[in-house]
Every structure is written in structure tokens, then in C-alpha cells.
């Protein structure tokens, strides 16, 4: 059966050749999937490090075979990722470890790739999802190929240790299940072996294997993404170019122009003539600017590619309008982190307005590299500096511990308002009752029965009994020290009404 053959758009990027698989790679991932069923199970911690770590000791075999060696760039790539993987081995909070771990595996696959232009940036990214069955297939060939001595005795061995094993396990967790006596005689068979666990640690070991073969296959022959031909678009006329951009520019600009009166003192009167609180009009609009700062990249990057281009003048045309669009943007971008401030300051902080603060500071990033861009004409070095600030801004926001600032900063408006009127202090327990372990070092400055109710549903999930080192973290370790040296009061004793009458009426977001 004949094999299709790739689109033309893909044929350009095939790597020239691909060193095959040795041993060594194949021991690696098996130690590795080993690692990652006795580290992983428990969950997350310094375990993603150690499991990266190995990952890098795979592909490392794997380019070195091929005769790769390491560059700055392929340094700065992995180092970050390192980096991303230290953020669920400092704090408790799951959600900012997810984009934390996504982006660690996506800056190893650009490690290995290489690349300079968009294509050769963009596209690695995601590179280990596609990598995964074709890097067992590697192996597997690989394997074939190569000549093993005393391979007609080893082979049936190893064949049939594998179907022993398989059938034991199915037989033996059947009987198991079947049978109470059969299964006290398999645990004493393998004491430190929790037959209900095997499903689960099999599937870390398969996913470890897989994923260090996935890299191994990109370092022995990364694909050229930045090959990729992506042609100009038509150039427009002059007019039919810079007419709506023209047009946009002017509209931003009214904006720009309004928002300053409206800085400069214009702002109670704003308040008094529409009659809403302080909340109500920062949170009006703001996500119709964030909009507006997303769709302005869009326009940007189109009226680019269809830009005339032929003479100087065009071409000094295009910089100016474009460059100015940019520099208005940023009007946008501020009136948008004033309006979250403003809101912050009314309403305090919550890990949503906290994770929009910190994209629309990165969306602000991005404008002053395309400016700075266009007016060093050479623009060979943003791709990977805009997708190294993307990734450094999800290092610095896992690292700095989202939670932790949340609350701090609502506990410290909490005991200020004490300080000002302790007859009106109030503090929205609804914004910090669902923190991780990561708040507990704030919240326990709380005075009762604040500080209990607060600490309620994180003392509930923190649990009674602690996680191996591997799986648990710095933050939850002294969360778990502080509310063994300050218990909580029982939720009896402080009662359901005493928690709900602590806190005010949540915002909307």
C-alpha cells in the first residue's frame, strides 16, 4: 500500500534525516515511565522538576546521536521550562500549575525545533501531541533494524515474560476481586503493591515512556517549520490600504482623547451624571477593551501582510500608520488596567481580575515590541522574544503565587478598614474561602470568626495526612504548620450564620 504523501505545504519542513533509535534512549524513557508511576500518582510537586529533568536526559541521548548541538537560544528555552515546572513544587494552587506545565512541554518542544520566523516559532508549540505515536513507531523500527546479539534467544524470552506478566496481572486481579483470601495472599505477595492503584500508576508509566520517546524523536530529527513558505499577500492600492486604517486611527485617538479628560478630573463628574458606584463604572466596558486590544493585534497583523510595499514611500506610509495604530493601542490597554484597578480598589481582588490585570500587561508588552519593531526596520528577532515574554509572563504569574497575593490583599484592605471605621469593616469571605493553601499565611491574620470560616474549605482540603515530599509543596507544608500551631474553630462552634454574616455579597466577577 502506497504511503500519501504529505501536503506541499508540510513537504518543505521534513528534517533531512532522523538518527535512529539506540538502547540508551529506549532505557531512558522506560526508567522515566517507572519514575513517573511512583512519582506522579500522588500528585504534583518537585516530582515535575525530576521528571523533566529525565525527560531532558532522554532527548539529550537522542540529539547528541543525531550530532546536534545545544545554542543560546535552545539554553534559554529549557531553562524556562525548568522554571515553569518549579511552579507546582512552590504553591498548592492547581490553576495557575496547568498553564504552567502546557507551557513547559511547548518551550521543550521549541527547544528542539529551533526555530527563528513565526512558523518556526508558532508551530513547534504544540509539537509533542503529534510526536507520540510516531515515536513509538521509531523505536519500534529502530529496534527492528538493529542487530542484537543472541537475538534468537532473548527475544522469545522477553516475549513470553511479557505474556506471563500480562496474564497474571489480569488473572490475578480477578481473583483478587473474586475472593478475599486470594487477595490478602497476592498483597503479602507484594506488600508495597495496592492492586487498586495499578490502573492508574500503568497509565503515568505509559504516558512517561511515550512522552520522553516524543521528545527523543524531535531531537533526532526536528522538523524545519521555519522552511514553511508562506507568501505575501497582494498588495493593496495606497488609498484602499490607509483609508480604514486612517479611519481606525482617528476613532482610537478620540478614545485616547477622552480617557485623558477623564483621568485628568473628569471622573466624578462621569460618576455623578451616570449615577453609578465606583465598581459598577470600572467594571463597565472593560471587557470590550480587552476585546478591542485582542482584535487591534488582528488588524495589525493582516494590514501588514496586504501593506503596500513597493516603493519607500509606501513603505514609510505603512510604519507610520501602523506604528501610531500600536501607539494608540496602548491608550486602550491603559484604560483598561484603570478600569480593573479602579474596580480592584472598590471591590478587591479576586484571582480573575488578578489574571486579566496580568494579560492585559502582557497585551501591552506585545504593542511596544511591535513599535520597537518598526522602528529598528528589522524585525528578524519578535517572533521569539514575543512568545519569550508570553512565557516568561506565565512563569512570573505561577511563581509570584496568585492565591497568596488575593489574599493578601484583601486581608490588608480588611485591616485598614478596621483601622479607618471598625463599625463598617467587612471583608467578602466569598473571594477567599475557595484559595488554595497558598492564602493561609494571610488569612491567618484574621481575626475570628473570620479566620476560621476563611480557613474552612482549605483546612478541608488539606487533609489529615500529609503527601510524600515529591508530591506536595512548600505552600502547603507551612499552611499545614500554621493551622497545627493556630487550629481553627470547629464549624460547629462558629456556626453556619456567624460565616455567612463575615462576609459581604460577592461582585460579579
Not at 151 to 167: E, H, Q, S, T, Y
Not at 188 to 193: T, V
Not at 456 to 475: H, V
Amino acid at each position: 500500500m502506497a504511503v500519501p504523501s504529505p501536503p506541499a505545504w508540510l513537504a518543505p519542513s521534513a528534517p533531512e534525516r532522523r538518527a535512529g533509535a539506540t538502547p540508551k534512549i529506549l532505557l531512558a524513557a522506560l526508567l522515566t515511565g517507572l519514575l513517573t508511576a511512583w512519582l506522579l500518582y500522588d500528585g504534583l510537586g518537585p516530582n515535575l522538576l525530576l521528571l523533566g529533568s529525565a525527560t531532558a536526559v532522554g532527548a539529550g541521548i537522542a540529539a547528541r546521536t543525531a550530532g546536534r548541538r545545544i545554542r543560546p537560544w535552545t539554553a534559554v528555552w529549557s531553562l524556562l521550562a525548568l522554571a515553569l515546572l518549579a511552579v507546582p513544587a512552590r504553591w498548592d494552587a492547581g490553576w495557575p500549575a496547568v498553564p504552567a506545565v502546557v507551557g513547559a512541554l511547548a518551550l521543550a518542544s521549541l527547544a528542539l525545533h529551533g526555530g527563528r520566523r513565526w512558523p518556526g516559532v508558532l508551530f513547534p508549540l504544540p509539537g509533542i501531541v503529534w510526536q507520540l505515536v510516531s515515536s513509538v513507531v521509531w523505536v519500534w523500527e529502530s529496534m527492528d533494524r538493529r542487530p542484537l546479539p543472541g537475538r534468537d534467544r532473548i527475544v522469545p524470552v522477553l516475549k513470553a515474560l511479557g505474556v506471563a506478566a500480562a496474564l497474571l496481572t489480569v488473572f490475578g486481579l480477578l481473583f483478587a476481586s473474586a475472593d478475599a483470601a486470594m487477595a490478602d495472599l497476592l498483597g503479602g505477595l507484594s506488600p508495597d503493591l495496592d492492586l487498586d492503584q495499578l490502573p492508574g500508576r500503568g497509565a503515568l508509566f505509559v504516558l512517561g515512556t511515550v512522552t520522553v520517546l516524543g521528545f527523543a524523536h524531535m531531537a533526532a530529527g526536528p522538523r524545519r517549520w521555519d522552511r514553511t513558505v508562506i507568501r505575501p499577500g497582494r498588495e493593496r492600492r495606497r488609498l484602499e490600504w490607509a483609508l480604514p486604517l486612517i479611519g481606525l486611527n482617528l476613532m482610537f485617538g478620540v478614545f485616547a482623547v477622552i480617557q485623558a479628560v477623564v483621568v485628568l478630573g473628569g471622573a466624578d463628574a462621569v460618576l455623578s451624571n451616570t449615577g453609578m458606584s465606583r465598581s459598577e463604572y470600572a467594571r463597565q466596558g472593560f471587557w470590550q477593551l480587552s476585546v478591542i486590544t485582542v482584535l487591534t493585534l488582528v488588524v495589525v497583523a493582516v494590514a501588514n501582510r496586504w501593506a503596500p510595499r513597493t516603493t519607500v514611500a509606501d513603505r514609510r506610509v505603512a510604519r507610520i500608520l501602523l506604528g501610531l495604530l500600536c501607539l494608540l493601542a496602548l491608550a486602550v490597554v491603559a484604560s483598561a488596567l484603570g478600569r480593573m484597578w479602579f474596580y480592584v480598589d472598590a471591590s478587591g481582588l479576586t484571582r480573575l481580575r488578578l489574571w486579566v490585570l496580568v494579560v492585559e500587561v502582557w497585551l501591552g508588552a506585545v504593542f511596544l515590541l511591535l513599535i520597537a519593531a518598526g522602528l529598528t526596520r528589522r524585525a528578524g528577532w519578535l517572533p521569539r522574544v514575543v512568545v519569550l515574554s508570553g512565557m516568561l509572563t506565565v512563569a512570573v504569574y505561577g511563581l509570584m503565587g496568585p492565591d497568596a497575593i488575593v489574599a493578601e490583599q484583601n486581608v490588608t484592605r480588611y485591616e485598614q478598614a478596621l483601622r479607618d471605621d471598625p463599625r463598617t469593616a467587612a471583608i467578602d469571605l466569598r473571594n477567599v474561602r475557595g484559595l488554595s493553601a497558598d492564602a493561609v499565611p494571610a488569612l491567618d491574620r484574621l481575626p475570628e470568626p473570620q479566620r476560621s470560616c476563611a480557613l474552612q474549605l482549605i483546612g478541608q482540603g488539606l487533609g489529615a495526612e500529609s503527601k510524600p515530599w515529591y508530591a506536595t509543596n512548600l505552600a502547603a507544608t507551612r499552611a499545614r504548620e500554621i493551622l497545627a500551631e493556630r487550629p481553627r474553630v470547629d464549624s460547629t462552634t462558629v456556626g453556619r450564620t456567624a460565616c455567612d454574616q463575615a462576609g459581604l455579597a460577592s461582585e460579579a466577577w
